[in-house]
T-cell receptor, first 111, second 120 residues
């Protein structure tokens, strides 16, 4: 069982927007602004798409955005494209005893 | 640009140990941390531990305190992960990932992964 809770799957049609939630506690997401999101296509190396809640690394499309409210972080993908079909993982810092926790991952299917 | 290059796949017997290396090329170990993340077949990502070489500080996930040792050799810019008392459920792809100091969970780039298979 993962420390952070994500929906197992979401789906959307090309051009639509979807949001993936990531639920934690006041010891991880709720206490730190160190939430990141990773995209993983078919067993390839995970790719960083959001860090520090809402920052995008250079080269990542602005269709990807992150936010946080209380103990829940969210990843929104707007203008869905076929190449967005992938697994998405959230990740949060959790203090000096647990350190880092991941969500169980969400499979995004483009209809 | 920094790249992480990991050692190759290994097949290990239950109860044995394995050592995986992660070479940081194109940079030094100063002002960075290296984390290890594993992914069992068909499963999600799991952070198992990390090292801040400049501070000689290691951090381990609670479930790995007794079976994981991470070390760093600054002269060769290589970080090592040793996992002991291997069990079949340690079979996984093990990734190293670079973390910029001061930005926890910002893992970028990642190594290519090292497949560790534990089987009798």
């Amino acid at each position: 069982q993962s420390a952070l809770t994500q929906p197992a799957s979401v789906s959307g049609s090309p051009g639509q927007s979807i949001t993936i939630s990531c639920s934690g506690t006041n010891s991880d997401i709720g206490d730190y602004n160190f939430v990141s999101w990773y995209q993983q296509n078919g067993g390839t190396i995970p790719k960083l798409i959001i860090y520090e809640v809402n920052k995008r690394p250079s080269g990542v499309s602005d269709r990807f955005s992150g936010s946080k409210s209380g103990n829940t972080a969210s990843l929104t993908i707007s203008g869905l494209q076929p190449e967005d079909e992938a697994d998405y993982y959230c990740c949060s810092y959790a203090g000096s005893e647990i350190f880092v926790v991941f969500g169980g991952g969400t499979k995004l299917t483009i209809l | 640009q920094v790249h992480l290059v990991q050692s190759g796949a290994e097949l290990k017997k239950p109860g044995s140990s394995v050592r995986v290396s992660c070479k940081v090329s194109g940079g030094t170990l100063a002002n960075i941390a290296i984390s290890w993340v594993r992914q069992a077949p068909g499963q999600g990502l799991e952070w198992i531990g990390g090292v801040i070489p400049m501070l000689n500080r290691t951090n381990y996930a609670p479930n790995f305190q007794d079976k994981l040792t991470i070390s760093a050799d600054e002269s060769s810019t290589t970080v090592f992960m040793e996992l002991t008392s291997l069990r079949s459920d340690d079979t996984a792809l093990y990734y190293c990932a670079l973390e910029i100091e001061g930005s926890p969970t910002r893992f970028d780039p990642w190594g290519q992964g090292s497949l560790i298979t534990v089987s009798s």
